[in-house]
Every structure is written in C-alpha cells, then in structure tokens.
C-alpha cells in the first residue's frame, strides 16, 4: 500500500477549496439571478418537480422614530421596555402602526428547501 504525502493531501485539499469557491461564487450569482426574474416577474416562489421550492422572501423590523411615545405604547402593552420583537408580533399585520413607529422593509432573500439537502437562505 503506498502512502499518500502530506504535501499530496494539501495540493488535493487546494484544489478543492478552489473548486468550491468558483462553485460558491456560482451560486451567488444564480441567487441573484433568480431573486431578480422572481421580482420582475412578480412570483413568491418556484418549485421543481423534486420538491425543491425558491421563495422570496425579506425580513420586516421595527425602528423607533419618538421614543416617548413608543415608551407610552410599550406600557399600554405591558412592555417594561421597548421589545422590537414583541412590538413586531403584534403588530407585524397592523396596516397602520402607532405613532413612534415605522416599519423597515429589508432586502429581499432566496429561500430553498429541499428533501435532499439542508435548507439554505441569504
């Protein structure tokens, strides 16, 4: 049985990593890509027959604009402080927010679940 060096197992592990950047960097691109058809387009999400879906998404904050009247609304509502994320609960389907609030709409993200791999988001 011949030995295989260490020097052979690096250059492999090299061109592994270089593979899997050039791959990453695919994939990247193909995100942006689809995210964008999926906006023009304007469809949620895509589904293959495998039952891999892509869906656009984004992330919704909440951003305090008056301090004092946030404060006197997370007391009403039994906040001791402002809670961003309790706020966003109860109000994430309100279509107007009370005032010393505003709603900020972050970028859009690909989401993709598959049966045969992880769940994978950015």
């Given at each position: 049985?011949?030995?295989?060096?260490?020097?052979?197992?690096?250059?492999?592990?090299?061109?592994?990593?270089?593979?899997?950047?050039?791959?990453?960097?695919?994939?990247?691109?193909?995100?942006?890509?689809?995210?964008?058809?999926?906006?023009?387009?304007?469809?949620?999400?895509?589904?293959?027959?495998?039952?891999?879906?892509?869906?656009?998404?984004?992330?919704?904050?909440?951003?305090?604009?008056?301090?004092?009247?946030?404060?006197n609304w997370?007391?009403?509502?039994?906040?001791?402080?402002?809670?961003?994320?309790?706020?966003?609960?109860?109000?994430?389907?309100?279509?107007?927010?009370?005032?010393?609030?505003?709603?900020?709409?972050?970028?859009?993200?690909?989401?993709?679940?598959?049966k045969e791999?992880?769940?994978?988001?950015?």
């Amino acid at each position: 049985m011949k030995a295989i060096t260490n020097v052979t197992l690096a250059t492999e592990l090299f061109a592994v990593l270089k593979e899997k950047d050039a791959l990453e960097e695919r994939e990247k691109g193909l995100r942006e890509k689809l995210l964008t058809n999926l906006k023009q387009q304007g469809v949620a999400f895509v589904r293959l027959e495998n039952g891999t879906s892509f869906t656009r998404s984004h992330r919704e904050t909440l951003k305090v604009t008056g301090e004092q009247m946030a404060l006197n609304w997370a007391s009403e509502n039994n906040c001791l402080t402002i809670d961003l994320t309790k706020a966003m609960k109860i109000l994430r389907r309100e279509f107007t927010l009370p005032t010393g609030f505003e709603r900020k709409v972050g970028a859009d993200y690909l989401t993709v679940k598959s049966k045969e791999h992880d769940v994978h988001t950015e």
